[in-house]
């Protein structure tokens, strides 16, 4: 019987590295999905030299991340959510906005801001060509958690 882990962080039994896969292959892959711990989809990619891991599911309505083209947000890289383009960082999960500091200003000038982790980011190690996931169970709710449910996992992802 699994534990059904709603709104809840991964229980801290999950504290070890789970084999994900060979870096050769997730390397050619660019990304890759996996049912960690039997308890969290998480998506994997490499992008420009670097391994990154985080929730597989978007933040705000559960889209697939997985899709999501990698773009650079005032020189940060960011996963774009292919529903509804929100911005995520890859190294801190955070969800970033646009702001304007003078809407009376012509022209109109835009920053991108952070709203805070919002995205449950894993850590990801490589020994000898294999990549492992350390799943973050970190206490604090993060709204990611919330398509970690049963009701949101695909059986189909488990290996
Ligand atoms: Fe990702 Fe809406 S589900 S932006």
Redesign the pocket.
């Known amino acids: 019987q699994t534990s059904s882990s709603s709104m809840s962080p991964p229980s801290s039994s999950s504290t070890t590295a789970h084999f994900i896969g060979k870096k050769e292959e997730i390397v050619k892959a660019g990304r890759v999905t996996k049912l960690v711990n039997r308890c969290r989809d998480v998506l994997v990619l490499y992008h420009q030299g670097q391994l990154h891991a985080m929730d597989m ?7 697939a ?1 997985q899709h ?1 083209d990698i773009e650079e947000f005032n020189g940060r890289l960011c996963i774009v ?6 911005k ?1 960082t890859l190294e801190e999960g955070e969800g970033l906005y646009q702001a304007v500091d003078d809407p009376m200003a012509k022209p109109l000038r835009t920053y991108w801001r952070s709203k805070g982790v919002k995205q449950r980011i894993h850590k990801v190690t490589e020994v000898n060509g294999d990549v492992y996931v350390t799943l973050n169970d970190s206490s604090e709710a993060i709204e990611s958690d919330t398509y970690q449910t049963e009701r949101f996992r695909t059986g189909s992802l488990s290996a």
């Open positions: 599911r978007c933040y705000h309505a559960g889209g991340l999501g959510c292919p529903w509804h383009k929100y995520i």
